[in-house]
């Protein structure tokens, strides 16, 4: 088991941070603010985007999965499993949050174009389209949870504990 992350792991979990975020707070905003032809001119790039986040995220999965990464030794049971739990979450998550976004896209009153190419819009149907729209912005809401969680417990452990766990991950 490795003692630090790969350099690979590393970029992808700064461009991953940096997506997520514009992805949960300005782009999403966007989409909700906008109206008419505008909006589904925005929906092609935030679905694109998106697609583009699961590829990334199952990109680091498997970096993850092959180059693993040994937890601190001092930290405390609850704090490795609040850890690996945290860490799922956030692969479920991401997962959920396109297949949702994806699910609206197909019961959307427009068309919706993937990367300006793919049409995934199949036919209007409001109810179906309100579901998923629910269970996106649940998603998001948990995201943005997670994440504060995780960006809490990385300065808690780097300022507090005096653990370096920040140096692991530049």
Not at 2 to 20: F, T
Not at 71 to 82: A, F, N
Not at 107 to 133: C, K, M, P, Y
Not at 156 to 163: A, E, G, L, W, Y
């Amino acid at each position: 088991m490795n003692e630090s992350y790969s350099r690979a792991q590393k970029i992808l979990h700064w461009l991953l941070a940096v997506l997520v975020l514009f992805w949960l707070f300005v782009s999403g905003a966007v989409v909700e603010s906008s109206e008419g032809e505008a909006k589904g001119f925005i929906l092609m790039f935030h679905s694109g985007g998106a697609i583009v986040i699961l590829a990334l995220m199952m990109y680091r999965y498997s970096l993850r999965r092959k180059h693993p990464v040994a937890s601190l030794p001092d930290l405390k049971s609850w704090e490795k499993t609040w850890s690996r739990t945290n860490h799922v979450a956030f692969y479920i998550l991401v997962g959920v949050m396109v297949g949702s976004g994806i699910l609206q896209g197909i019961f959307f009153e427009q068309d919706v174009r993937v990367f300006g190419l793919i049409n995934i819009t199949s036919g209007h149907n409001e109810s179906v389209l309100a579901v998923f729209h629910i269970i996106h912005e649940i998603t998001a809401t948990l995201l943005k949870l997670l994440i504060a969680v995780h960006i809490l417990a990385a300065l808690k452990h780097q300022f507090i504990d005096k653990k370096p766990f920040l140096k692991r991950m530049a």
